[in-house]
């Protein structure tokens, strides 16, 4: 596509709020419904602002101190002010705008690369230590300016545009080349930044540069961006944590963009990628909260300001109500043309369910570097478990390939660590990522995947991890049974690693399974450990289990085994190894796994070698196999029974499940679950290549002949069938 | 007051349905409203159960086990149909009560004790392996039997008269007369359900000895139970748990007793005893959760079945609005008439807002033995500190003499460990106490006071703890102090421990202090140990932690000890110790003590010494004074900032404090704190016996002098002034 005038630029404003926008808003703030309350909240925020003397402090704190936190307020409150002289059409916000952007022309030419930037950093801020706040800085700053530039005088105007916008702008293009040109989401930041202050100031080729890379090849830039950092079905490789993030540049940059340039027609680019991305985020929660895989901080969730800004961009695009039933949940109702669309409608309940699936997500840009898998059920509890053989995720990825995580009834049950991280508490290696994230939180053996030989996958060579992924197997979601399963051979070298992972259900609904088949192929042999971490309290074992008492140690001494205390030990005999806990969900869980005599199982708790407390205290148990060439992990996770003290009650506390058989007979595997009440739940399934929904396997089992079509099927035998 | 005829038995139902409550119910059930809607849930759910067939098992198991839990369901279930029978007049319902009854009827007459009794034990049941339980099926059972009686031929009524009522209040009573008499909680449920018996089977001596004891001469009995167990502030000595469960058949056998004999005034027996009680359950509860002292599980809140009952009754005796505030938070409307009553008016929106208040609540019969003192603060956020110089509260009481807990914020801040038990947890010591709840949440270490030799109060000694108390010397709440003080000298030999505790705000309302101040004086040199467990991630000490990596050992072999790991050690400098953690809340802590270079800081994890994985994993500090004859501990606990991830917001995650000071004028104390912003409170009170509102006391405080009137006052004193 070639440039085009900025035919817009002569309406004002025109990022993500247009002149339209802004007619609609000033007739809603009168009427009662979401947006009136939200406006007349956020009106009450900046009033009480604008009582008092502002801030514009010399920067010298890193993240959570003063001067970082006052700069990150004054821009939210710039951008607030904005709105509302938009909307009210009063001076004193728009001046209250113009005196703080006048301070800060006056300070920013004058500025140093900040104090607090790391040593060598090749992306150092100026207002802040790294130039990634900066860019935050201008998205919102740039709008702010663009809302009340109405109001100011030329010569005002002038002043900030050559005291801090251009330079800014400046800074973060020609002056930082490498962040700038980076398909990453610092430079998603940067671009935006610099490309909706090239629509204000109408620097058209400021825009192209955001768009195309600075040397306009199409190599780096916006839309490169969005062609490589999502997979087709966006899906963004570091995971939802940082796809939240991101998500927030991409769709305020798009927005801007479509209002100013809507020939480019840029949510339609790339079969719709910034609307899928805005979809997949949601998805990849569980109870409003996003799955914490790579580095991720837990309580981050769909009501994070980024969703708010992206499911109410995506509504006012597409109108699919679908959306408004995720708007309602997250609470917020934003000053926006596409705001006000959310509230007008949520105030007319015209929401309809949103669907969680079970679900592929492709990674990577071709999306052919492995996936993440999402298998949800939603009887007897809401559940749902994600399979992990994605491709490393750049940075912030862990080394976890075939990792799982499990959810029921609302709450983690099998557990990912997320990151070691106390977001912006400085005395917290001030704010920022804990030697612990690198130590143990990204290590193979904080996840539940196989750790062989106790080193990480790859050895915890990022380089060489980047270059590898996982492959895809096959996925299936039928009524009662949902399964996928995936393979990697470059994990450990000589080693073949296959994990299938299934999400069953009885046909009446009554109980569920989470099924879990590993199987290790190597040429030598090795020790493999296979990891669960569980929240919750260890309620029973069906082996001698052998505790420590006085003293404990750590389990290892590196790789993130130096961070696991060893607090008991047991050998179970030849037969079903049983592990039941207590959820702090008030739901017992028991992981009942196949042993062959030859099987320890090792109780960790998390915070060895860990001289600042850094670690939360979390529970694990280690199912090892010493010298082994081959050996197929056999495991079932059941949800059962509930503990109620407030009301007394206690049902179920103990498994249902008596006994365990997996066999394969060529393609096809059989995994039997037997139960107290003499019921049999018979999954099989076919991992050939190529199995059509009308492939036919056949086979026997206790002496019956079976028969089902497809990928897998669930067979429920009572009784007296068996 | 002698026996007067059962003048109403005539009319039935009337136990705590009464006839007129039956026109009222049958009424209401066709209008909407929340009794409708409950109406309509008890028969859902009994419906369905009546398209099944019922079980009446022969007694085999312990708690949690089938046949236990199913005698529960069977007496909830006859309950509801009685009621259900009432309302709707339809025979289903009375004929599956009459159905149960008849096979209870058959099976129990040839019960032996029940199988799982404790050896040798005092108490044991038949339907039950204990007689408590028993005692709780007849007092749900004959409620049901009264409801049905109508419906029933002679010979049905004769064989269940005499098949199971007759003989399980015969063995109740008569045959269980240890328990009958005994004036405990056992024993209101055994009197309540003999009383019970009695006016339904039109028994006047029954209920005469469930008043007044077996040998009806008043030393056992109801009555007794209501003149001892709670003292004159309504406070039963067990603490608000089991107050909670003791009120159940208090206020069941109470109503029957107001419906059969109202001349009895029994509500206002003893000052309106009862309905202090049931106030006085409320008031020990926090964001809806009970305080945890003693035997106590943590989930247990107002919600409970037994409060609900509870404030049900006593809005039917007293109609405070207030009440209706806490049932509204109960979200419980039930099929009786009180519940009808309630229904109606929470319908009718008559509920005003309860006040939870500051209030010291008086320990033992005459009120004379300590007391729980509960200091609460709204400003600036929901705060309260409960402080305990109660007596011991007999079998279940912990050796926590003076100990507080502190909460903020909606959450536990400051925890007191509870009981260590599974409710009806099979695998978890039959769900009984855990041997965990007598090796260490009983003892002192496990605690927020003082503990003397590595050595419990009393020595562990329940006959001595329970013939001693503390002395609690004076309480006052103010604006912005609330302040309470108490000593003991009986928890040591040769040692007095006296404790002041505050709760301040400063005048604007945005700070907050929890002081504490607790004063050692013995008579020879012991080693001091000051615990404090607290609820978060150990965030910041200003002192040099020494922390162990590789291994950590068990603090002690016993008394407690030798369940907590020491994690690491620090020995803060003269001066100002500070120790930050993040809690759960979301918020920032840091305890600020006064140190004189001669104290060490020991960290904590429990989970020592605990082969079945029973204990939870809970963090304390404990401050180690050796070799002290004479020490005071001056402490301030300061609630400070937030932390969001989901916002990505951190405030203030630093203390503010930068000094404390801390003297005695004669009965006169002075304790400054001094903030960052150069500001300093300072808090003054008067410890002398006969302190009024009118005392006034002068002191000099940097140069300047001050006075107040009365026990304290916090002087808020501006940078200018000092």
């Not at 609609?24 to 939200?38: D, E, L, N």
């Not at 920067?59 to 004054?74: I, L, M, R, V, W």
């Not at 917020?332 to 079970?358: C, H, I, M, R, W």
């Not at 960790?604 to 050996?631: V, W, Y």
């Amino acid at each position: 596509m070639t440039w085009s005038p900025l035919a817009a630029s002569a309406t004002s404003p025109n990022l993500v709020i247009n002149a339209a926008d802004v007619d609609a808003m000033q007739g809603a703030v009168s009427q009662p419904g979401r947006f009136r309350t939200a406006f007349l909240a956020v009106k009450a925020d900046v009033d009480a602002f604008l009582t008092e003397p502002f801030s514009v402090p010399l920067p010298t704190d890193a993240g959570g101190g003063y001067s970082h936190e006052q700069h990150k307020k004054n821009y939210r409150l710039m951008y607030d002010a904005g709105v509302l002289y938009q909307i009210t059409g009063e001076r004193r916000y728009a001046d209250r705008v113009r005196d703080m952007l006048l301070a800060y022309a006056k300070m920013y030419p004058d500025l140093p690369l900040h104090p607090k930037r790391r040593p060598g950093a090749k992306n150092p801020g100026k207002l802040f230590w790294q130039s990634l706040n900066e860019a935050v800085w201008l998205v919102y700053t740039i709008q702010a300016y663009d809302l009340i530039r109405p109001s100011l005088s030329k010569e005002d105007a002038r002043k900030i545009e050559n005291g801090v916008l251009r330079p800014v702008a400046r800074f973060l293009s020609e002056e930082s080349p490498a962040t700038f040109n980076k398909v990453h989401n610092h430079g998603t930041w940067l671009t935006a930044a610099v490309g909706m202050t090239g629509y204000v100031l109408d620097e058209p080729e400021w825009v192209e540069k955001a768009l195309l890379g600075l040397d306009k090849s199409g190599k780096g830039g916006f839309l490169r961006q969005l062609a490589e950092l999502f997979s087709p079905d966006g899906y963004y490789t570091e995971g939802p944590y940082y796809q939240r993030y991101a998500l927030m540049p991409f769709v305020t940059f798009a927005k801007a963009i479509d209002n100013n340039q809507p020939e480019r027609d840029i949510f339609g680019y790339r079969d719709r990628i910034l609307l899928k991305a805005v979809d997949s985020t949601i998805q990849l929660s569980y109870n409003g909260r996003f799955f914490p895989i790579n580095d991720a901080i837990k309580n981050k969730g769909i009501d994070t300001p980024e969703l708010v800004l992206g499911v109410a961009i995506s509504y006012g695009k597409t109108g699919d109500a679908r959306l408004l039933d995720i708007a309602r949940r997250q609470g917020e109702t934003l000053l926006t043309g596409d705001g006000l669309k959310v509230a007008q409608d949520l105030d007319a309940n015209k929401q309809t369910a949103y669907p969680f699936t079970s679900w592929v997500f492709r990674d990577g840009a071709k999306g052919d570097q492995g996936a993440l898998v999402v298998l949800r059920q939603q009887a007897p509890d809401d559940q749902a478990l994600v399979f992990k053989p994605t491709a490393q995720g750049m940075g912030h990825g862990h080394f976890d390939k075939l990792s799982w995580q499990f959810y029921d009834s609302g709450a983690e049950v099998v557990t990912d660590y997320g990151a070691a991280r106390f977001l912006n508490v400085e005395a917290k290696n001030g704010g920022r990522y804990l030697p612990e994230n690198e130590s143990y939180a990204k290590q193979t053996i904080a996840h539940n995947t196989l750790v062989i030989d106790e080193r990480s996958h790859f050895d915890g060579n990022l380089k060489i991890a980047n270059q590898k992924h996982p492959e895809l197997l096959f996925f299936h979601a039928g009524d009662n049974v949902k399964i996928s399963s995936a393979a990697i051979d470059s994990a450990y070298p000589g080693v073949t690693l296959k994990r299938t992972m299934a999400l069953v259900q009885t046909p009446d609904h009554q109980k569920s399974f989470a099924i879990d088949l590993f199987d290790v192929q190597a040429d030598r042999k090795h020790q493999l450990d296979l990891p669960l971490h569980y929240n919750g309290q260890l309620i029973d074992t069906n082996f001698n289990l052998y505790a420590y008492t006085d003293k404990i140690s750590a389990l290892g001494s590196k790789n993130g085994y130096q961070h696991l205390w060893l607090r008991g030990r047991g050998e179970p005999e030849q037969g079903l190894a049983q592990i039941t806990w207590l959820n702090d969900n008030g739901r017992f869980y028991t992981y009942s796994s196949l042993v062959d005599g030859d099987i320890e199982i090792l109780f960790t708790e998390l915070g060895a070698n860990d001289p600042n407390f850094n670690l939360r205290s979390e529970k694990a148990f280690l199912t090892r196999r010493a010298n082994a060439r081959a050996h197929t992990f056999v495991g079932v996770l059941e949800p059962h029974g509930e503990y109620d003290p407030a009301r007394e009650f206690t049902a179920q506390s103990e498994s249902q499940i008596v006994g365990i058989t997996h066999k394969r007979e060529g393609t096809l595997q059989l995994l039997s679950i037997a139960l107290k009440d003499g019921s049999t739940q018979l999954l099989a399934f076919n991992d050939a290549a190529g199995i059509t929904d009308k492939s036919v396997s056949h086979f026997d089992f206790d002496g019956n002949q079976y028969t089902f079509r497809g990928r897998a099927e669930l067979f429920s035998i009572s009784d007296r069938e068996n």
